[in-house]
T-cell receptor
Framework: GAGVSQSPSNKVTEKGKDVELRCDPISGHTALYWYRQSLGQGLEFLIYFQGNSAPDKSGLPSDRFSAERTGGSVSTLTIQRTQQEDSAVYLC?????????????FGEGSWLTVV | GDSVTQMEGPVTLSEEAFLTINCTYTATGYPSLFWYVQYPGEGLQLLLKATKADDKGSNKGFEATYRKETTSFHLEKGSVQVSDSAVYFCALRVNDYKLSFGAGTTVTVRA
């Protein structure tokens, strides 16, 4: 597609429920990233995929968070048993490949509110 | 670890004023440096970048020069418009895939 596409754009969920956030990267981009943007924490790196594997999951805040990528394309970020502190904007990004010469393009984000 | 410190906001300016947002970095190597912009209701967009010392990135009237001696990458625009109202993030490429962002500076331009 023309850009990184994320869905849903907005999600309100009750505390304790599970949520899934979806990301469609730019076509042909092998590298995919998830970041979280929250008040007081700024932009935090969550996880990086190269193809379908995730060499770096170091930013995932707890074991309630997981992500997968299938077919070298779509990725899903899953948050189990959501907590109020999970409320944030979850940003997906992609680049043609990893490496310093590759520009990282961001989607518009999925705004998650846990009530 | 590698990190970015940028000027705290908010910054409020009148149209046609000069804008500077300071950004300094700490890094062990020679990172690429970026400015991203987030307009109201939109996602992060790459504004400009510089990949080595003394490089100047420029776009939409904005400029930033990669200064290795002062470890800085200050963003400047000579004459801002209302449409430049946004949140600006300085970032550095920590490694092949990870970006480290500053806290963001909110800029509001009044007509």
């Amino acid at each position: 597609g023309a850009g990184v596409s994320q869905s849903p754009s907005n999600k309100v969920t009750e505390k304790g429920k599970d949520v899934e956030l979806r990301c469609d990267p730019i076509s042909g981009h092998t590298a995919l990233y998830w970041y979280r943007q929250s008040l007081g924490q700024g932009l935090e790196f969550l996880i990086y995929f190269q193809g379908n594997s995730a060499p770096d999951k170091s930013g995932l805040p707890s074991d309630r968070f997981s992500a997968e990528r299938t077919g070298g394309s779509v990725s899903t970020l899953t948050i189990q048993r959501t907590q109020q502190e999970d409320s944030a904007v979850y940003l997906c990004a992609s680049s043609l490949s990893s490496g310093p010469g590759n520009t990282i393009y961001f989607g518009e984000g999925s705004w998650l509110t846990v009530v | 670890g590698d990190s970015v410190t940028q000027m705290e906001g908010p910054v409020t300016l009148s149209e046609e004023a000069f804008l500077t947002i300071n950004c300094t970095y700490t890094a062990t190597g020679y990172p690429s440096l970026f400015w991203y912009v987030q307009y109201p209701g939109e996602g992060l967009q790459l504004l400009l970048k510089a990949t080595k010392a003394d490089d100047k990135g420029s776009n939409k009237g904005f400029e930033a020069t990669y200064r290795k001696e002062t470890t800085s990458f200050h963003l400047e625009k000579g004459s801002v418009q209302v449409s430049d109202s946004a949140v600006y993030f300085c970032a550095l490429r920590v490694n092949d895939y990870k970006l480290s962002f500053g806290a963001g500076t909110t800029v509001t331009v009044r007509a």
